[in-house]
């Protein structure tokens, strides 16, 4: 709810009042099977230009998926648009494109691959631009974080990263998180190399995020932020009786963003923060 209020947040920011017209973009890395862009689209307040981005093996699935719901093609096309004419569809490949949305495959480790394949989704460095983030950065090394962190900095004119993933690796809780997760043959270096929302938040800012920068484990969001009658709703769960386990979950996520350029909404208190 968090990350999709500032998704909301940050189309409106946006929107040109005067023309009506949309000039924002989202870019998403490591996008895996979400459906935000879908989910915008069919409330029409989309941004400008949607880009996703993942490993080919995840974007060809999602080509896939996409071939069969003439729904979704009706979205990325525009509504009412046919397939030949609006949107092209590689499944093969993993590529989708359209005027709106591009789906391109890439590993994130490789920083001139993804040079490459943000160019092809014509992606637009001068527009203000969301980036996230979602559970991506406890799957990469050290230096492959500060290389894509820094090429989106270095690039974009005008730009807000968010970032949600996992930390505190040190205590027995988040001992037990990696070892259940590298079991299963995937292996963390990244919560490792960013322990602690303090490391999140210098990461930001040695990487070039300096406009505005900051860090909530997804407890205090939870705590602080969140309506309260979402969260009583929330507590009535059958699955939240241990609230203890909860609450330990929700402090080994965090939520950081940062920020650079000169554009108003990424140094309001508003955004990316209007929880």
């Not at 973009?25 to 981005?53: H, M, N």
């Not at 974080?145 to 988040?174: A, H």
């Not at 769960?237 to 330990?248: A, K, P, R, V």
Request: with cysteine; aromatic share 8%.
């Amino acid at each position: 709810q968090a990350i999709r209020q500032v998704i909301d947040c940050f189309v409106e920011s946006t929107v040109n009042t005067e023309e009506g017209t949309k000039g924002g973009q989202i870019l998403s890395l490591g996008s895996g099977w979400d459906t935000t862009f879908f989910r915008l689209k069919a409330s029409k307040c989309q941004p400008g230009r949607y880009i996703e981005v993942d490993h080919k093996q995840v974007t060809t699935s999602k080509c896939r998926s996409v071939q069969k719901n003439q729904s979704l093609i009706d979205l990325i096309a525009g509504g009412g648009g046919t397939l030949a004419d609006d949107v092209e569809i590689d499944a093969e490949g993993g590529r989708i494109f359209s005027e709106q949305y591009a789906l391109v495959p890439c590993d994130l480790r490789d920083i001139e691959g993804l040079k490459t394949s943000l160019e092809v989704a014509s992606v637009n460095y001068q527009a203000p631009t969301l980036v996230l983030l979602e559970c991506v950065l406890a799957y990469l090394d050290e230096d492959s974080t500060r290389n894509l962190l820094k090429l989106i900095s270095d690039s974009f004119e005008s730009c807000c990263i968010l970032i949600y993933d996992m930390i505190g690796p040190d205590d027995p809780f988040g001992q037990q998180l990696i070892f259940n997760v590298e079991s299963r043959g995937c292996p963390l270096p990244g919560i490792r190399s960013f322990p602690t929302k303090d490391a999140h938040a210098k990461l930001l800012q040695q990487c070039g995020f300096s406009t505005a920068t900051g860090v909530h484990n997804m407890l205090e969001i939870y705590q602080k932020y969140l309506d309260g009658a979402e969260r009583k709703r929330t507590e009535r769960i059958e699955f939240l009786d241990e609230l203890e386990e909860w609450n330990l979950i929700m402090s080994h996520y965090c939520l950081s963003y940062g920020a650079k350029g000169s554009s108003p909404m990424f140094s309001s208190e508003k955004m990316p923060l209007k929880l």
